[in-house]
């Protein structure tokens, strides 16, 4: 009888890449000229991340050098979830979260997926924000990660505890 092989599905950021990227935008906004005099600024403010200037346009650039640095490291932008700019005093403000786990109603969309294309005798369970996938054969795992990549869902995953 064959081992039953398995892997969870799950959506996870790596805080301190995160941390990381904040840091070189920051770094870059203190030092590019275009952002000279225009009280641009990007902090961590708790679990968010706080990103400010004095026009909106400027404060939207904040956020796109932020992204780059996101890219650049490795970080998913589907895990960044980022507000529209509102004013505040003289400034405008965007606040963005990093997002985490696989929602109930994803964890499902990806499971009935994987029901309806993936190989017979794949399983799919959800357990709390991640979804544990199990089969007899690591080929049909191997495609069932295909799959799911195929499927460019709107929230990152990420495939671990591979066995």
Same mark, same amino acid.
């Given at each position: 009888?064959?081992?039953?092989? /398995?892997?969870?599905?799950?959506? #996870?950021?790596?805080? &301190?890449?995160?941390?990381?990227?904040?840091? &070189?935008?920051?770094? !870059?906004?203190?030092?590019?000229? $275009?952002?000279?005099?225009? %009280?641009?600024?990007?902090?961590? +403010?708790?679990?968010?991340?706080?990103?400010?200037?004095? /026009?909106? !346009?400027?404060? *939207?650039?904040?956020? %796109?050098?932020?992204? +780059?640095? =996101?890219?650049?490291? @490795?970080?998913?932008? #589907? /895990? =960044? $979830?980022?507000?529209?700019?509102?004013? +505040? @005093?003289?400034?405008?403000?965007?606040?963005?979260?990093?997002? !985490?786990?696989? +929602?109930?109603?994803?964890?499902? *969309?990806?499971? #009935?997926?994987?029901? $309806? !294309?993936?190989?017979?005798?794949?399983?799919?369970?959800?357990?709390? $924000?991640?979804?544990?996938?199990? @089969?007899? /054969?690591?080929?049909?795992?191997?495609?069932?990660? #295909? =799959?799911?990549?195929?499927? %460019?869902? %709107?929230?990152?995953?990420?495939?671990?505890?591979?066995?």
């Amino acid at each position: 009888m064959a081992k039953e092989s /398995s892997f969870d599905v799950v959506s #996870k950021v790596d805080r &301190q890449e995160v941390d990381n990227a904040l840091n &070189q935008a920051a770094k !870059e906004v203190r030092q590019r000229f $275009d952002f000279k005099g225009t %009280d641009a600024s990007i902090a961590w +403010s708790g679990e968010a991340i706080e990103m400010e200037a004095n /026009s909106e !346009e400027r404060v *939207k650039a904040v956020l %796109d050098v932020f992204e +780059s640095k =996101l890219v650049r490291r @490795g970080v998913s932008l #589907k /895990s =960044l $979830d980022a507000g529209d700019p509102r004013s +505040s @005093g003289k400034l405008f403000k965007i606040t963005a979260t990093t997002t !985490e786990g696989i +929602s109930q109603e994803n964890a499902k *969309k990806v499971s #009935k997926l994987i029901r $309806d !294309e993936g190989p017979k005798g794949v399983k799919a369970q959800i357990q709390g $924000d991640e979804l544990r996938i199990s @089969g007899k /054969s690591r080929d049909d795992l191997q495609a069932v990660q #295909k =799959l799911i990549n195929d499927a %460019d869902f %709107d929230f990152a995953v990420q495939y671990t505890n591979y066995r």
